[in-house]
T-cell receptor, first 114, second 110 residues
């Protein structure tokens, strides 16, 4: 793989179910991010991780949790999905050691909660 | 981080230069100007960034005014594949999270 991969590509989920969105990067970037994008709107940051073992809250963290056990993976979990979490989810990574905020984005996961 | 203002939409003829403006009148000294674009249904793509000097890469040029209160992204020879939403983001050098506004929808016309 090259860059960032996300899985699944799309998912329809019943309200109340638990769901984990997967994100893997092979660029050895230290920082990773999760954004959501609602129809017709800009991206909003959910959670981020500056380095393996650390995480932080973004603009809209409620209802979501993340973990960063290693450099490459940054899963996003919805413990009990609600319809307002219907959105497109983008994972991103960046190499902060280069002094740049150039983020590389994955292809996105389209999630529908019914 | 400084707030940015962009026109909601612009059109450009294929093969012509596309000039996308961004106002950031409250920018502070340590804040950079970043440009991203998002082609329909895809993840955003980094284009270019700058602090105070003009910058050019294989994708575009970034012109920042001397007072740094505004900037222009230039796509020198727009193609149909450049049709996308273009985001201007101002971010401090120590920050790591991008804040995406509503951007400019650029439509390149044949």
């Amino acid at each position: 793989i090259a860059g960032i991969t996300q899985a699944p590509t799309s998912q329809i989920l019943a309200a109340g179910r638990r769901m984990t969105l997967r994100c893997t990067q092979d660029m050895r970037h230290n920082a990773m991010y999760w954004y959501r994008q609602d129809l017709g709107l800009g991206l909003r940051l959910i959670h981020y991780s500056n380095t393996a073992g650390t995480t932080g809250k973004g603009e809209v963290p409620d209802g979501y949790s993340v973990s960063r056990a290693n450099t490459d993976d940054f899963p996003l979990t919805l413990a009990s999905a609600v319809p307002s979490q219907t959105s497109v989810y983008f994972c991103a990574s960046s190499d902060w050691d280069r002094g740049l905020n150039e983020q590389f984005f994955g292809p996105g996961t389209r999630l529908t909660v019914l | 981080d400084a707030k940015t203002t962009q026109p909601p939409s612009m059109d450009c003829a294929e093969g012509r230069a596309a000039n996308l403006p961004c106002n950031h009148s409250t920018i502070s000294g340590n804040e950079y100007v970043y440009w991203y674009r998002q082609i329909h249904s895809q993840g955003p793509q980094y284009i270019i960034h700058g602090l105070k000097n003009n910058e050019t890469n294989e994708m575009a040029s970034l012109i920042i005014t001397e007072d740094r209160k505004s900037s222009t992204l230039i796509l020198p020879h727009a193609t149909l594949r450049d049709t996308a939403v273009y985001y201007c983001i101002v971010i401090s050098g120590s920050a790591r999270q991008l804040t995406f506004g509503s951007g400019t929808q650029l439509t390149v016309l044949p």
